[in-house]
């Protein structure tokens, strides 16, 4: 008697699920409409990589790493440092040609995941670290 109980419980979950899945109706006096598009990933048709640009990171103590490139074009490098939640820490510009190499303190940040991101508006990399 009670499997039966149960499986009608989960009956009537399954099926509140089902409703809910469906299309949204329109609350009064608002309209619902789908935006064409909606869901697809867009990016530029001329997408440029630079498969000859790298960067590394070394963790030196607990909060500080090491970035180091070797820039070697006329565009601006922006190097910008997240949070493990996504926020911005820091941004900086690097627009000189040669080797860059430089360290972070950023010890004050109770989180040590960080990810820095190096590139331009045509192209960018990304890496992670932990600075434990």
Do not use: C, R, W
């Amino acid at each position: 008697m009670s499997k039966l109980i149960l499986f009608i419980l989960l009956f009537f979950l399954f099926l509140g699920n089902v409703v809910h899945a469906q299309k949204p109706k329109s609350e009064k006096g608002s309209k619902t409409t789908q935006v064409q598009g909606d869901g697809e990933l867009k990016y530029p048709k001329k997408l440029l990589v630079n498969p000859d640009f790298d960067f590394k990171l070394k963790s030196t103590q607990k909060g500080k790493f090491i970035l180091s490139f070797y820039k070697n074009q006329d565009k601006a490098l922006k190097v910008k440092i997240y949070d493990i939640t996504g926020n911005l820490v820091l941004q900086e510009t690097v627009t000189d040609n040669g080797s860059f190499s430089k360290e972070y303190d950023l010890s004050y940040y109770k989180p040590k995941f960080f990810i820095v991101e190096v590139g331009s508006s045509e192209y960018n990399k990304t890496k992670s670290i932990i600075t434990e």
